[in-house]
C-alpha cells in the first residue's frame, strides 16, 4: 500500500480519536447489517497499513472504523456543549 494510502488512514484515525475517547458509546453495523450498541476499549488505529479499525467491547477482533458510528445520544450530548 502506498504511502499517500497510509497517510490518509492515519489521519482518519487521528481525526476520529480527536473527538471520540477511548470508552465512548458507539454502534456498529455488524456485516449482516445488524447493529449493536457498545463501546470503544482502543483508539482508531491503521491495522498493517492496509486498514483504519477499532477494537469494541463485547466484539471479537476489530471493525473497520467506517462501519462505527458514534451513539446518537452522545453525538446530541456534544452538540449541547
Known amino acids: 500500500?502506498?504511502?499517500?494510502?497510509?497517510?490518509?488512514?492515519?489521519?482518519?484515525?487521528?481525526?476520529?480519536?480527536?473527538?471520540?475517547?477511548?470508552?465512548?458509546?458507539?454502534?456498529?453495523?455488524?456485516?449482516?447489517?445488524?447493529?449493536?450498541?457498545?463501546?470503544?476499549?482502543s483508539a482508531a488505529e491503521v491495522l498493517s497499513g492496509h486498514s483504519a479499525v477499532i477494537w469494541l467491547d463485547g466484539v471479537r477482533g476489530c471493525y473497520l472504523l467506517d462501519r462505527v458510528r458514534v451513539s446518537e445520544a452522545v453525538a446530541v450530548a456534544v452538540t449541547w456543549r
Open 1 to 41: 500500500m502506498g504511502a499517500r494510502k497510509v497517510a490518509k488512514l492515519q489521519a482518519e484515525c487521528d481525526a476520529w480519536n480527536a473527538v471520540n475517547p477511548v470508552g465512548c458509546d458507539v454502534v456498529l453495523t455488524r456485516d449482516n447489517g445488524e447493529q449493536l450498541q457498545t463501546k470503544t476499549r
